[in-house]
């Protein structure tokens, strides 16, 4: 099989390790990748990065018709909401990702609200606002705690969590009247605050049937004790002990099936991993979320744990064959530790060289996510630069791998969490 593969970060270098270990595996080409994938390898395969942007729609068909592509898998939001999918799929291409207007599950908060309310999928309520006026005297007459959201996509940075109402009136004028997320801004989610402990849960699809993966948990703060603002995500792990087994099959049931059969049966067929961000509240699992596409860096932990074929899993889907397929877990854990550069998620610097990346161990992988090769060196190119995941038998164990594989690991201005996982160690069932 040759396949094209969309992005450049940990997303995709976990990709693409995973998909390098298929016996299927004729051809991997990288658009753009990493120094990370630059360096995968594979027996009986070609693996190269390719100089072609995530955002070249154009220039990504074409490559795939140049290069007798059987399958094109898309990694990040932007090209699947800007309609990548839709562009390769007219050209007769097979696509592991959704269209355009599938992809709006994502891309707009408010089609997704209104979508998850007419199907009755469990979520915070809500209220939509264009005009900023109402929006305001709307969150003044409210007796309960609010968060604000940007309809549109906006970096994981659209999500404002208001300690108070000047809190809340400075977001809002922010994000509608100076527009700090452009257009993303023009409409906004005003949505009741929920709590509880969040979980990450990927259901495979194929527009019909939904095979989940096993949980995962991120970690969006930058510093310990899940202080300072949000990030993309500086760490993961997976399973998750306070989400029963029951409980994966309560969402499927609940929340990602009704989902993919509500966006078939209104004419936005959705194939590739819907992502379901989850708040295991009081009252049951509510999503928070859905993203079109999987975590960064959730599936960097999840797919250690893949003992099927991954190819095979993403060709399935892409062909409307899932349900032919079994999945198979392994009953460990994995658990990663995002390596970010000093400053993340404000600005950084970059160019800064990466030393310590040879030592290769049998229970840890190094995913790079911003990095790049500047005269034969591997340097820094991102907030988030590396992603160290290790493995074992138990979260304890997988946690001591990942953060034993960091310790050769050395850029100036390097920053971590030494907190990963933490909760997991000390949590108790959530049946
Ligand atoms: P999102 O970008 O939608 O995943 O939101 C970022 C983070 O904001 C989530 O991981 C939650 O921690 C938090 N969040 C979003 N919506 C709510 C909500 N309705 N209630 C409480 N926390 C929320
Ligand atoms: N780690 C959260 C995300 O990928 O959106």
Known sequence: MRVLLVGSGGREHALGWKMAQSPRLKALYIAPGNAGTARLRADGAEIANLPVKADDKNALVQTALERKIDLVVIGPEGPLAAGLADDLRAKGLAVFGPSQAAAEIESSKVFSKEFMQRRGIPTAKFSVFRDYDRALAYIHELEHPIVIKASGLAAGKGVIIPENPSQAETALRQIMVEKVFGPSGDDVVLEERMSGPEVSLFGFTDGNSVQVTVPAQDHKRIFDNDRGPNTGGMGAYAPVPVF???????????????????????????????????????????????????GDPEVQVILPLLESDLLEILMACATGHLSEVQIHWSKGAAACVVLASEGYPGKYPSGRPISGLDAARPDSFVF?????????????????????????????LALKSAYTAIGPIRFEGMQYRKDIGRLAVTSTLHA
């Open 244 to 294: 029963a087994p029951a409980m994966a099959e309560k969402i499927q049931r609940s929340i990602l099936q009704p989902a993919i059969d509500g966006l078939r049966e209104e004419g936005r067929p959705f194939v590739g991993v819907l992502f379901a961000g989850l708040m295991l509240t009081a009252q049951g699992p509510k999503v928070i979320e859905f993203n079109c596409r999987f």
């Open 368 to 396: 790079h996510a911003g990095t790049r090769e500047q005269d034969g060196r591997i340097v820094t190119s991102g907030g988030r630069v590396l992603c160290v995941t290790g493995w074992g038998e138990s979260i304890p």
